[in-house]
């Protein structure tokens, strides 16, 4: 299988939407937690997916539930826990088979109710397609928590290894480093007020910023860091994209992003 093949294309079996923020809160009584009632409105949608079609209930309830879904028992309201859920979730079964990797060699995209999956690299016959179970722009902080809710931890691949020997404090200060930084420079890109002398103005101190990022990794690591591909696009946007200098950041962010570049002809 080459890059870019097509691997998988499935529709949902059942998807909620997110209502307003005043009206979005419903009490689990299985977990004791607060949550939007976009869950309780695809449980409900599963439920009835379920009567018309007995076969998938088997597999809807063998799926892992995560550490807040322990088996029933006595109940207590003692306390309530926030646990925040992304927009318009869905359940896709034959997704859901596919393992995760940070450093995945497949990558979905979502059309609507629709999962579309694609090789991001040459699979070979045998090897295990892996997918990411976060969005490939969020942060290490959004990463975290997204697993945490799953009671997942590092995945064994080639990013969690090396990330087991890096002090743990470099780590840290990664993190905070880049959750300070993005939102700082990023938001007048996005509002438009970032205007020329703007971002000349703003620009070497971003690129402080990405030296003590960089310098929290080893230096013989991997090349594919994604927790640096964001702002080195972010940085791309400051630079003039007619330039070497944007051209150079732009092509650093998708190196970091697990890219690989090949030169032909010498061009």
């Not at 869950?39 to 088997?58: F, G, N």
């Not at 109710?113 to 722009?137: F, H, K, L």
Request: glycine share 6%; charged share 25%; hydrophobic share 40%.
């Amino acid at each position: 299988m080459l890059a870019g093949d097509l691997v998988l294309v499935e529709k949902a079996l059942a998807v909620a939407t997110n209502l307003p923020a005043d009206c979005a809160l419903a009490y689990d009584l299985t977990s004791d937690t607060m949550a939007d009632t976009s869950k309780s409105e695809l449980i409900t949608a599963l439920a009835v997916r379920m009567m018309d079609d007995s076969s998938v209930a088997s597999l809807i309830y063998s799926l892992h539930g995560g550490p807040r879904y322990p088996p029933s028992g006595d109940f207590a309201s003692t306390a309530m826990r926030d646990r925040p859920l992304l927009p318009r979730p869905g359940l896709f079964l034959v997704a859901s088979m596919r393992n995760r990797s940070c450093h995945p060699n497949a990558l979905c995209m979502n059309v609507g109710d629709v999962m579309v999956v694609r090789a991001r690299t040459a699979i070979a016959e045998g090897d295990e397609i892996c997918i990411s179970y976060v969005p490939s722009s969020s942060t290490q902080t959004v990463t975290d928590n997204i697993l945490r809710q799953r009671a997942m931890t590092g995945c064994g691949c080639a990013i969690c290894r090396e990330a087991a020997h890096t002090d743990s404090n470099q780590v840290t200060k990664r993190y905070k480093l880049l959750d300070e930084s993005m939102t700082k420079f990023s938001n007048p890109l996005q509002r438009s007020t970032a205007g020329q002398k703007a971002r000349k103005d703003m620009k070497p101190s971003l690129e402080k910023v990405i030296k003590k990022v960089e310098a929290t990794y080893t230096q013989d690591g991997l090349r594919f860091r994604p927790d640096l591909a964001s702002i080195y696009h972010v940085m791309s946007e400051y630079c003039d994209p007619s330039t070497k200098a944007g051209v150079k950041w732009a092509r650093k962010a998708l190196v970091a992003a697990g890219a690989d570049f090949v030169d032909r002809d010498g061009g």
